[in-house]
């Protein structure tokens, strides 16, 4: 987390939830916002769909843990680190967004051409 993320007070209110209603409150309604959105993504019946989604989660974490470990000194902060948690964080996010779009019905063609030119 950057210093702006720990700040009090943004724009005159409460900054976070984590300001709010404490560590432990947010991380349980994260972890159920989590359960329930990939409730909602099983429902739909499409394991392409949950794999987008769970291999754009596994991305992002690690991707936080580059930034923690680099964060702390546990990792050289390098060219190569700092492009690592992008593609982990941001171009993971937005390529499951694409991915995700891709499992309904009737994109298959695109999904060949799609991950001919992604990362996956």
Do not use: H, Y
Not at 6 to 22: L, M, N, T, Y
Request: hydrophobic residues 40%; glycine residues 8%; proline residues 2%.
């Amino acid at each position: 987390m950057t210093s702006w993320t720990r700040r009090a007070i943004r724009r005159g209110k409460p900054a976070s939830s984590d300001v709010v209603w404490g560590n432990k409150a947010t991380v349980l309604v994260g972890d159920f916002m989590l359960a329930k959105s990939l409730g909602l993504i099983q429902a739909c019946g499409s394991l392409e769909l949950i794999k987008a989604v769970t291999d754009a989660a596994a991305k992002l974490a690690e991707g936080q843990v580059l930034e923690v470990m680099s964060s702390s000194n546990m990792l050289e902060v390098s060219e190569e680190v700092c492009f690592g948690i992008i593609e982990n964080k941001t171009a993971s996010l937005i390529e499951s967004c694409g991915r995700a779009e891709l499992c309904s019905p009737g994109r298959t063609m695109k999904r060949t051409r799609f991950r001919s030119t992604g990362s996956t």
